[in-house]
């Protein structure tokens, strides 16, 4: 996953995204703008919606309901993409304005299953570097038993000038 750092927001009562470029800077209420302009994205579309974010620490939820396999337990490909999500926001807020942040090593290791509720991620920055980050990220259930661990490396590139 790519993603790239966010900058200001845009003019009240516009998308941010309405020009086709992200506003510069950090926005102020960086949850609201992660939300909002991932909305039309995987994590949206998982319904993953961030709680929480920062550098060093993020918090997002996600149904179960939409996001199992056959037996209709929580698909471990959805904890994965949890995961990435929430370790490639983080990595750009580390990173900052002008830089992308790129996953380049993920892992799993699926403990227990979840067959309904919301299931919560919390990643915690373990590395943060000029060039990569890396995140230990946790998935839990509603009653707070750990369903998944995974751990993610991002690196950090400047954002290439557009032509």
């Known amino acids: 996953m ?10 009240s009562g516009q998308h941010p995204t309405a020009s086709g ?9 960086t949850v609201a703008w992660i939300n909002e302009v991932g909305a039309d994205t995987l994590p949206g ?13 993020l918090v997002a939820t996600m149904p179960v309901a939409g996001n199992t396999q056959l037996y209709r337990m929580l698909h471990g490909g959805a904890s994965v993409v949890l995961a990435e999500s929430l370790g490639s926001i983080g990595a750009v807020l580390h990173a900052g304005d002008g830089h992308i942040a790129v996953g380049v090593d993920i892992n799993a290791t699926h403990h227990q299953a979840a067959r309904g ?15 990569t980050a890396t995140y230990e990220v946790v998935v839990s259930d509603e009653s707070g038993r750990r369903l998944c661990t995974s751990r993610i490396t991002c690196t950090i590139h400047a954002r290439r000038k557009r032509t």
């Open 21 to 29: 470029a992200l506003p510069d800077g950090i926005p102020e209420d």
């Open 45 to 57: 579309r998982m319904g993953i919606t961030f709680l929480e974010a920062s550098a060093e620490r």
């Open 117 to 131: 509720g919301t299931v919560t991620g919390v990643a915690t920055a373990l590395y943060l570097g000029r060039t």
């Open 2 to 11: 790519t993603t790239t750092a966010p900058r200001t927001p845009a003019p």
